[in-house]
């Protein structure tokens, strides 16, 4: 992440998310731990219409950085995943991923699928 400027774009990169089987029990793993507060305060932010779920507009980074989706981990690296204000770093070849995704954070999967009734 660090040749691209993921600072200062407020999410607009983040979404639509498609994500995995396995990590979707990642993040429900990461969502579970996380102190109450703090799932909270990323639970209750406005974002822009489309953005992932767990993208943090306070502090303008992904809020599940450590388990975050593949196509995240590979975007702004791919010819067809190109960052619009660093394209240079894309590379000639073409992201492809290892699985088939299971649905789509925000549209999918939103906040009532990683946190059950009363555990808030």
């Known amino acids: 992440m660090e040749d691209l400027p993921c600072k200062g774009c407020?999410?607009?990169c983040c979404g639509p998310v498609?994500?995995?089987e396995q990590e979707l029990k990642k993040i429900k793993k990461k969502i579970t731990a996380m102190p109450k507060k703090m799932r909270l305060d990323l639970k209750n932010q406005q974002r822009?219409?489309?953005?992932?779920?767990f993208y943090d507009e306070i502090n303008?980074?992904?809020?599940?950085?450590?388990?975050?989706?593949s196509i995240c981990r590979a975007f702004g690296y791919y010819n067809n995943l190109v960052c619009f204000?660093?394209?240079?770093?894309?590379?000639?070849?073409?992201?492809?991923?290892?699985e088939l995704p299971i649905g789509i954070l925000s549209i999918d999967f939103?906040?009532?699928?990683?946190?059950?009734?009363?555990?808030l």
């Open 110 to 119: 939103t906040w009532k699928d990683f946190i059950g009734v009363g555990r």
């Open 60 to 69: 303008d980074q992904c809020g599940i950085h450590s388990v975050r989706p």
């Open 10 to 12: 407020r999410g607009m």
């Open 85 to 98: 204000r660093k394209p240079t770093v894309a590379v000639g070849k073409k992201y492809i991923a290892n």
């Open 18 to 20: 498609p994500i995995t």
């Open 48 to 53: 822009f219409y489309g953005t992932c779920i």
